[in-house]
Each structure stands twice: as C-alpha cells, then as structure tokens.
T-cell receptor, first 111, second 112 residues
Framework: EAGVVQSPRYKIIEKKQPVAFWCNPI?????LYWYRQNLGQGPELLIR????????DSQLPKDRFSAERLKGVDSTLKIQPAELGDSAVYLC?????????FGPGTRLTVL | SQQGEEDPQALSIQEGENATMNCSYK?????LQWYRQNSGRGLVHLIL?????REKHSGRLRVTLDTSKKSSSLLITASRAADTASYFC????????????FGKGITLSVRP
C-alpha cells in the first residue's frame, strides 16, 4: 500500500514569492491534515479536512495561506506571499481513527 | 501551542542499553500517542495508549500512562543504532484522532 505522497520534497524561494505544496493521502482515508514543523519543534496543525470540508482551520494564517481539497482526495497548500518566517517543513498526514500516517514533508526555505 | 513536554530534550546511550523518555501534558486526554521521526523523514506512529490504560507493550517498546500525574513514559529496551531518531508524544483530547497536539520531541542517539 502506498503511503502519503508529498511533492516537492524541497523548495527554495525568495520572500514575497508564492509557493504550493501537494499531498496525496492514503487511499480510503477521509481525514487529511496539514502541519508545519519548525526546526527543533513538533508538528503544529494548520488545517484538517474531512473529505472536502475544512473542519478545523483555526491555526491557518488566512491572510497568506490557503488550502483546498477538491473531490476529497488530494490537497494543495499555498502560501502567497511567502515570508522569511515561513521556512519550515510542511507535513501532510491522513488517518484512521487510531493513527495518523505522515508523508515525508516538503522542506521550504525562504530567502 | 504545544501541550506535551518531553524530557530529556536529548539522550545519548550505548547500543544495548535501555532508553527512557518522558512526556507531561496539561489537560485531560482521551489517548496519548508516541511517534518517531528519522532525520529528514515524516513521523511514524509507534504506539497509542488510552486514558483508561496504564501500560502497553509493542515489541521492544513499553509505554506507561499516569493520568493523575498527567505524564507518560516511553521505554525502548535493548536499543539499536537504528533507534536513533527524534521521538514525539502527541495528545488526543477528542478520541477521534482528529486533533493531535505534539510536544517538541526528544532526540535519541544510540551509539554503536
């Protein structure tokens, strides 16, 4: 069974540029998460989807971040414009009722 | 905000020794989970312990939970160099795995 797939794995951009991350969850998992993990920290939830509905986006900085999960399968997280402080690893996960499965993440560096 | 606090922040042991990592949290939970993260990789689920359980085993892993002290420990017995990773505890307050709150993690180094 394929795991959670994310792309790209690495992205380097200049500040004020836009950037997008893509995630394909494990087949059959209705719940999808986007996390941000800063260096030396644990993941922090940005947004959670149940199918195509964003049910928890309270931690998503909505002035510059947006996300979508069309058709309730894969998802895209976008930052526009990126700031220096957005440098982090962006993790996508999907879950069963007892376990979250994480993708390898996208390491974003904003210069 | 991060609810779980792991300690120590870093741990270095010799292969074959046991590694004990602790996690404390602030508010009541439905369950607590431990995850491992190898360098540059995503997190991997290790074990889940529910609030009505006190101890759980999985292979070389033993997890305990003390809800009165709001703390958990993860014991890795007979450690191997491949256990070198960061370990995170995550608390679930909803019971539906819908929102996990992760700690900052513990960096474990196992010397061969």
């Amino acid at each position: 069974e394929a795991g959670v797939v994310q792309s790209p794995r690495y992205k380097i951009i200049e500040k004020k540029q836009p950037v997008a991350f893509w995630c394909n969850p494990i087949s059959g998992h209705n719940t999808l998460y986007w996390y941000r993990q800063n260096l030396g920290q644990g993941p922090e939830l940005l947004i959670r989807y149940e199918n195509e509905e964003a049910v928890d986006d309270s931690q998503l900085p909505k002035d510059r971040f947006s996300a979508e999960r069309l058709k309730g399968v894969d998802s895209t997280l976008k930052i526009q414009p990126a700031e220096l402080g957005d440098s982090a690893v962006y993790l996508c996960a999907s879950s069963t009722v007892t376990e979250q499965f994480f993708g390898p993440g996208t390491r974003l560096t904003v210069l | 905000s991060q609810q779980g606090e792991e300690d120590p922040q870093a741990l270095s042991i010799q292969e074959g020794e046991n590694a004990t990592m602790n996690c404390s949290y602030k508010t009541s939970i439905n369950n607590l989970q431990w995850y491992r993260q190898n360098s540059g990789r995503g997190l991997v689920h290790l074990i889940l312990i529910r609030s009505n359980e006190r101890e759980k085993h999985s292979g070389r892993l033993r997890v305990t939970l003390d809800t009165s002290k709001k703390s958990s420990s993860l014991l890795i017995t007979a450690s191997r160099a491949a256990d070198t990773a960061s370990y995170f505890c995550a608390t679930d307050h909803t019971g539906a795995n819908s929102k996990l709150t992760f700690g900052k993690g513990i960096t474990l180094s196992v010397r061969p």
